[in-house]
Nanobody, 123 residues
């Protein structure tokens, strides 16, 4: 059974930093794509970053400020966020999918989701 549990969200001032963590379990067997998405009130869930063995990709809005990484030995996924802006305020979700080809930037491509962690950036 796949489980994803996010942590590390909170309230931070604009320009500040946060590191989100996602503890994973059950991701055995085939190759997995892992991603971070976010959803602000009244908006659709949007892609933030994703990582596979072949590398990582980022949304244009976070490129240069956010870094996705994974620690396979400890079954962890991270999102380091710096230079945070008020528009980064959202619930952040980690997600996992068995890799079968594709870019994995669409939430519909992911089968497993965490419960989310709130990030609030004050101006």
């Amino acid at each position: 059974q796949v489980q994803l549990v996010e942590s590390g969200g909170g309230l931070v001032q604009a320009g500040g930093s946060l590191r989100l963590s996602c503890a994973t379990s059950g991701l055995t067997g085939s190759s997995w794509a892992m991603g971070w998405f976010r959803q602000a009130p009244g908006k659709e869930r949007e892609f933030v970053a994703r990582i596979r063995w072949s590398g990582s990709n980022y949304a244009d809005s976070v490129k240069g400020r956010f870094t996705i990484s994974r620690d396979n030995a400890n079954n962890m996924l991270y999102l380091q966020m710096i230079s945070l802006k008020p528009e980064d305020t959202a619930v952040y979700y980690c997600a996992a999918a068995r890799y079968t080809g594709g870019y994995y930037t669409n939430p519909d491509e992911y089968s497993y989701w965490g419960q989310g962690t709130q990030v609030t950036v004050s101006s």
